[in-house]
């Protein structure tokens, strides 16, 4: 099985970790995505790749300090095109209605790197408890930098997959050890730098491997063929029809 996760959404098409960028997917028959979240002040978890408002909307400053009714005034659109602007910093639980809706999976990345430990642990909670409220059939895999966190999910959840993602500076030795404290089924390294040999490690120690972020065709063709079972791509449309999990 291949698979070609949406990275961020359709993020070359549409403002990153957006609602219109994940239902996008169904332009394009790909049927996951992955996107990134994190909590607000008042323990609203909300998709965002970066704890500021910099980036990625018009104002700046820290998420920490926002409030569910904060987001109403933000604009996480115009940054990326007139087209989208007014597009709200979507709520983890729209999100969730967005998937049943239309029938879509998803790689949730708990970010969380600025926040307390007691954030943290309520983030996890308010996680499980969204998904609680997926319809049967959604499916998803929830992946972190961040080890610690992830074996706390997997205790609050045992039946959650779960992904360890490494940066290539990362991925030394003990990386099966960290899989093994965690738990986890997934690993999911970075492109640059990955090779064949390592592919092949992971594969025979049973793991699954989903590699970020590919952009370009030849590279996923040749990770696809040293067994490697799907890729993160901001280019999902350029992804034809034989790569996409049915
Ligand atoms: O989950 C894969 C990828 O999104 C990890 O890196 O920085 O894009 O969240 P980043
Ligand atoms: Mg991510």
């Not at 980036?55 to 005034?73: K, M, P, V």
């Not at 639980?93 to 430990?117: C, F, P, R, T």
């Not at 404290?181 to 092949?200: C, D, F, M, R």
Request: proline content about 3%; charged content about 25%.
């Amino acid at each position: 099985m291949r698979t070609i996760f949406a990275h961020r959404g359709v993020s070359s098409l549409a403002p990153e970790n957006t609602l219109s960028a994940i239902k996008l997917c169904t332009d394009y028959q790909v049927r996951w995505f992955e996107c990134d979240i994190d909590i607000l002040q008042d323990d609203t978890i909300i998709l965002s790749h970066d704890s500021t408002l910099d980036r990625c909307t018009n104002r700046s400053g820290s998420l920490f300090e926002l409030n569910r009714q904060d987001l109403d005034q933000i604009d996480a659109g115009s940054w990326f095109s007139d087209e989208y602007r007014g597009e709200r910093i979507p709520t983890l639980s729209q999100l969730i209605v967005l998937m049943n809706q239309y029938q879509l999976n998803a790689n949730i990345e708990i970010k969380s790197g600025d926040v307390s430990a007691e954030a943290c642990r309520r983030l996890l909670a308010g996680l499980d408890r969204a998904l609680n409220q997926l319809d049967d059939g959604r499916e998803y895999i929830i992946s972190s930098f961040n080890p610690t966190l992830l074996a706390e999910f997997k205790r609050l959840r045992p039946q959650a997959p779960v992904a360890c993602l490494f940066e290539n500076h990362t991925l030394n030795d003990d990386w099966h050890v960290i899989m093994e404290w965690v738990g986890a089924e997934y690993i999911h390294p970075q492109n640059e730098g990955l090779t064949h040999q390592q592919v092949q490690l992971f594969k025979s120690k049973g793991y699954q491997v989903n590699v970020w972020t590919v952009n370009a065709k030849d590279r996923a063709n040749q990770l696809f063929n040293w067994g490697v079972d799907g890729i993160f791509t901001d280019f999902p449309q350029n992804f034809s029809s034989q790569y996409r999990e049915e």
